[in-house]
């Protein structure tokens, strides 16, 4: 039986996480859902079901130690360097010739290294069951999420009815993919039942994905089979467009399917979903990253730092505070977006602090 | 003529400023008004008044490195070292012995090490006219403040009528002292125009105030005469009850009278006065201890942070944030007194953090 491989997609530099993250230490590599990394947690994710000599991950060469540290059982021949970002279309492409070469006739699951997922059995059975149907029907599989809110930051897919059940778990066909909508289709979408939100997490055949790499992104065909004849992969990558696999292969290939994930999922974009990722004590507060708490009078605070650090607030309420790397943020939860504002001026005033 | 000495008490050990002040270093020892700590300001505002071999410091041994350190010109005999505190009674017996062994015919001028007084030379023509007075009235001196709000948190002084002028100061003898009023006498005493702050700052000649610390403070007295014999002081300044100068002897004094501040004083008691004593940015944000702040959208906040630290707030209003010592503290400016709760959370739960 062709045999089942993972990717780990850890390529994320974002500075939503600021000040804990940064250029140099993004999100995946943050304790921000747990008292372990992102990262850490997604590969544990697969204990038992892709053993670790067919988990790869794809990050930056410039994070290749911190993947190193925090992975320590990765072996390494599986750890996939990018010489730059190029968006999740190239980032694919390259793991999946990896696997091609190795093991021409497996399927792939593809995770993203900084989703918050539980429990680990359920997220394990859904991917089995899209592995079996993958292996049977050739279909690109996307996994969905049941919507609970109109979320505007997540792009949808809508599902036609059931076309198959594997290991008792239902398989849409796609009708189409859509991207972030306004508010009120968000609205209609929810109501409908008929749509998802779009996860990014995909299983395929390796076979099959191959194929659509050739077929849907034939650039970045040609510069894989160049740097596999020794070419370097640096210039051949910054020749290439940055491109989402969604829109690049998923939105254009004839056969796609989809199985929900109807338990937790969280892709923690800013620091408000700390609250919904960790347990809050009885005043509603979230201490995370191993920083002691002590609050008095003060509730629904997400509150972030290193083990051994302190913090104690005093008659706040919905605040994020944060302490990492000799930088302090104050700001309300429902104004976490806002990070972008102080990134932004740090990035024409104080770089150094990105 | 007379020789005019200083005693700057420098004993306190508040944590009424955690986490930048702690057990070991307190409230004198920070730059929370402008560059320079508070002793090294208090020092400086006797330059052309007190020659610096003619400057005490009375501070608790286990302080004494911090003080040399922030007061490199302090000569090592002028180094006046409490083996634990006591209160400002035996502080003061314990300096004016010291002078009196030095100088007998002199006048002290008696300063806290810890309050923001300005501008200097105002300051130093104050203590200047109440040295004269002193020297010529043998009286015992206190430096009043005129109170620019019915203040619950000071002891008030009651002035008579002026007796005299001294370099064109009014002298008024006092009536008498009065301890922390509830609001409603507070508001009576400054309305009457008759009553002042009292700022425990003294000037007095050596020869009186030896009298009535003889007079006053008897068992001081002799401890401070069996240790001039050669015991240790350790033990018999454990024996001592610990009282305030204002209540042992000046309210007992036959002879007191009063000049008066009515230029900027503050006593810096808690973190909100950081908004009175440091200069506010447009938004009227106070950034203090060298830490830089990055404000987008964030009015009326105290931040305080060592060099090289950097807060961020957004859209956050009239907040004090600290950190310091590997500790974050946030809390409305109007709950400033709050740090106490906190302090006495970790004196039960983690004496480390203090």
Redesign the interface.
């Known amino acids: 039986m062709s045999e089942l491989f993972a990717v780990i997609m850890a390529g994320g530099s974002g500075t939503r996480f600021w ?1 804990a993250s940064r250029r140099a230490k993004p999100k995946q590599f943050l304790a921000i859902a747990g008292e372990r990394s992102l990262i850490a947690q997604t590969w544990a994710r697969l204990d038992g079901l892709v053993p670790v000599e067919r988990r790869l991950v794809v990050t930056a060469a410039s994070q290749a130690e911190l993947v190193r540290r925090e992975l320590p059982e990765l072996p390494a021949q599986n750890l996939v360097l990018e010489p730059l970002g190029r968006n999740t279309g190239p980032c694919i492409a390259l793991a999946s010739a990896t696997i091609a070469r190795r093991a021409p006739d497996s399927v792939q699951v593809v995770l993203a290294a900084d989703h918050v997922i539980r429990p680990d059995e359920a997220f394990r059975a859904t991917l089995a069951a899209a592995a079996e149907e993958a292996r049977a029907s050739g279909a690109l599989i996307t996994l969905g999420i049941r919507p609970t809110f109109p979320a505007t930051g997540f792009g949808y897919i809508e599902a036609d009815e059931e076309v198959a059940r594997r290991a008792g778990q239902p398989v849409r066909r796609v009708a189409r993919f859509v991207e972030k909508p306004p508010r009120a289709q968000a609205e209609q979408f929810v109501a409908s039942g008929r749509f998802f939100w779009n996860s990014g997490l995909f299983v395929w055949r390796t076979d099959v994905i191959e194929r659509a790499v050739g077929e849907f992104m034939p650039d970045v065909r040609a510069a894989l089979e160049r740097a596999a004849r020794g070419e370097a992969l640096d210039g051949l990558y910054r020749a290439l467009r940055p491109v989402a696999i969604d829109v690049a292969v998923l939105e254009r290939a004839p056969e796609r399917r989809m199985l929900a994930i109807d338990y937790e999922w969280n892709d923690v974009g800013s620091w408000d979903a700390l609250a919904a990722v960790n347990a809050p004590d009885a005043a509603r507060n979230v201490a995370t990253g191993g920083a ?1 708490l ?1 609050a ?2 003060a509730t629904g605070c997400i ?1 972030h ?1 290193a083990a ?9 309420k919905d ?1 994020v ?1 944060v ?1 990492a790397h ?7 939860k429902d ?1 976490a977006q ?2 972008k ?2 990134v932004e ?2 990035e024409r ?2 770089p150094e ?1 990105l």
């Open positions: 000040p002691t002590v008095e009078d509150v730092g051994g650090e302190l913090v104690a607030l005093v008659g706040v605040l505070v302490h000799g930088a302090t943020l104050v700001l309300p104004r806002d990070v504002k102080i001026r740090l005033e104080r602090c």
